[in-house]
């Protein structure tokens, strides 16, 4: 098991920053593969970033790119994702997710790959 809590949401204006961090407990963490994952109401969940078990690998969503930044500590099993210049069109809840198993590739966008998931952080951007 794997459990994940994540932390630093909030209401932020556009043009701001935020930074959002996940702890994890439970199974190696430096055995999964960490994605950020977001949610915006009556949408579905979507991918916004994923970073490889050795942190050296990362991939965003193209609405993110250049804005948000994932990053991991694997000596403080944690995850970070850093977002710049938000806009309020990011509104969302924000999910941390684990993926265990291995499926060929450093990262991965699609949420079936991920099993574990935290309980997620409002990020609110007005405009």
């Known amino acids: 098991q794997v459990q994940l809590v994540e932390s630093g949401g909030g209401l932020v204006q556009a043009g701001g920053s935020l930074r959002l961090s996940c702890a994890a407990s439970?199974?190696?963490?430096?055995?999964?593969?960490m994605g950020w994952f977001r949610q915006a109401p009556g949408k579905e969940r979507e991918f916004v970033a994923a970073?490889?078990?050795?942190?050296?690998?990362?991939t965003y969503a193209d609405s993110v790119k250049g804005r948000f930044t994932i990053s991991r500590d694997n000596t403080k099993n944690t995850v970070a994702l850093q977002m710049n210049s938000v806009k309020p069109e990011d509104t969302a809840v924000f999910y941390c997710?684990?993926?265990?198993?291995?499926?060929?590739?450093?990262?991965?966008?699609?949420?079936?790959?991920?099993?574990?998931w935290g309980q997620g952080t409002q990020v609110t951007v007005s405009s």
């Open positions: 997710a684990a993926a265990m198993d291995a499926y060929g590739s450093p990262t991965y966008s699609r949420l079936q790959y991920y099993g574990y």
């Open positions: 439970g199974r190696a963490f430096s055995s999964a593969v």
């Open positions: 970073i490889s078990r050795n942190g050296i690998i990362t």
